[in-house]
């Protein structure tokens, strides 16, 4: 059983950076793909990037690449995502996510495990 904690959400001003941590545990994480979404009030969760834990290969929603980086820490078992350039429809609660397989999926049905959450408010 994989548990992921986020933490690293906060408010910050149009521009601004923040970065997210990932930190999962239980698991055999070399394998795994992990992944971030996020879900504004009212709309559905969104593919923002995910990366394959023993190669780092990497992949970005649209609405983010360039702006976002993920990455990850093997000593730590923690993944990141670097935001920056933030702009207010960054708004969202970003969860982690993480399923048995390396293959990045876009959709969040073919994540088993998921985090709580952190809240991210991008203010102009």
């Known amino acids: 059983q994989v548990q992921l904690v986020e933490s690293g959400g906060g408010l910050v001003q149009v521009g601004g950076s923040l970065r997210l941590s990932c930190a999962a545990s239980?698991?055999?994480?070399?394998?795994?793909?992990m992944a971030w979404f996020r879900q504004a009030p009212g709309k559905e969760r969104e593919f923002v990037s995910a990366i394959t834990w023993t190669t780092s290969y990497t992949t970005y929603g649209d609405s983010v690449k360039g702006r976002f980086t993920i990455s990850r820490d093997n000593g730590k078992n923690t993944v990141y995502l670097q935001m920056n350039s933030l702009k207010p429809e960054d708004t969202a609660v970003y969860y982690c996510?993480?399923?048995?397989?390396?293959?990045?999926?876009?959709?969040?049905?073919?994540?088993?495990?998921w985090g709580h959450g952190t809240q991210v408010t991008v203010s102009s």
């Open positions: 996510a993480a399923r048995t397989s390396s293959i990045r999926y876009l959709t969040p049905d073919k994540y088993a495990y």
């Open positions: 239980g698991g055999t994480l070399p394998g795994y793909a």
